[in-house]
Nanobody
């Protein structure tokens, strides 16, 4: 299984980004998928998850600002990030939720300037 996250970049505080994660197979179809992030010097944390049935959950720190969704393609999951804050700066990854048992991809860097 290969996971490829994309869509990161440099954005000013208050701005938006849309991340995408593409899997090499149709593994997303029957598994819950999550977006994780790791900031420098911190542990990786789960920020958003979506079940195979479409139910979503969010960390308190991003609730109301981030939206996770499944793409039209069965192997794609997105993360819409609005009202970005400096503390959202991190490398973002996708993986299974709540146990990230797939191999980690390279992630995509999100940098929010204050």
């Amino acid at each position: 299984v290969q996971l490829q996250a994309s869509g990161g970049g440099l954005v000013q505080a208050g701005g938006s980004l849309r991340l995408s994660c593409i899997a090499s197979g149709s593994i997303f179809s029957f598994n819950a998928v999550g977006w994780y992030r790791q900031a420098p010097g911190k542990q990786r944390e789960l920020v958003a998850g979506i079940t195979s049935g479409g139910s979503t959950d969010y960390a308190d720190s991003v609730k109301g600002r981030f939206t996770i969704s499944r793409g039209n393609a069965k192997n794609t999951v997105h993360l819409q990030m609005n009202s970005l804050k400096y503390e959202d700066t991190a490398v973002y990854y996708c993986n299974a939720d709540p146990i990230p048992f797939w191999s980690w991809g390279q992630g995509t860097q999100v940098t929010v300037s204050s």
